[in-house]
């Protein structure tokens, strides 16, 4: 494979890996918005379920990108 292809699929894969979580993040935060203006006495329980998102958000992309580096790294 030729280095310009090889640069295209970790850009697009990286673009994958990075757009994906981020999506999820910003859906998670504007329902939690909502959610706080509807009832803001449930913050505890909204700021709970934040977290465990914003977590696994986190998580999803990382993953992600160990995967990206593993499948890329230059071979000894």
Avoid: H
């Avoid at 310009?4 to 859906?27: D, N, Q, T």
């Avoid at 939690?32 to 509807?38: K, T």
């Avoid at 913050?43 to 160990?66: D, E, H, W, Y």
């Amino acid at each position: 494979m030729t280095e310009i292809g090889r640069g295209i699929e970790v850009v697009i894969i990286f673009m994958i890996a990075i757009l994906g979580p981020s999506v999820i993040l910003a859906a998670g935060g504007y329902a939690s918005i909502q959610a706080l203006g509807r009832n803001p006495s449930a913050a505890p329980k909204i700021f709970t379920a934040m977290v465990v998102l914003l977590l696994f958000g986190t998580a999803i992309s990382v993953i992600a990108l160990l995967v990206l580096f593993q499948l890329y790294s230059p071979t000894a």
